[in-house]
């Protein structure tokens, strides 16, 4: 990738946060120029939230609303 542009990363989950904590690895090594900007989820409380916190990546809720189904599915 071109070391001049950053790519800007946002992420989607509702689990665990497994395939996350491993994309966030990813992006400290500062020789790929990516970045996580925003983590987003339909479960306040799920895994993913929590290592977006500790990791001081903004993250926030989404309101399924009354779709019938959550992001997790």
Known sequence: MNA?????????GSGVG????????????????????VVLSDHPSSGIMCKSEALRIPCFTLDPGNLKYSLSR
């Open 18 to 37: 497994s395939t996350f904590q491993a994309i966030a690895e990813f992006c400290r090594d500062e020789s790929n120029s990516l970045e996580i900007e």
């Open 4 to 12: 001049a542009v950053i790519y800007r990363l946002g992420v989607l």
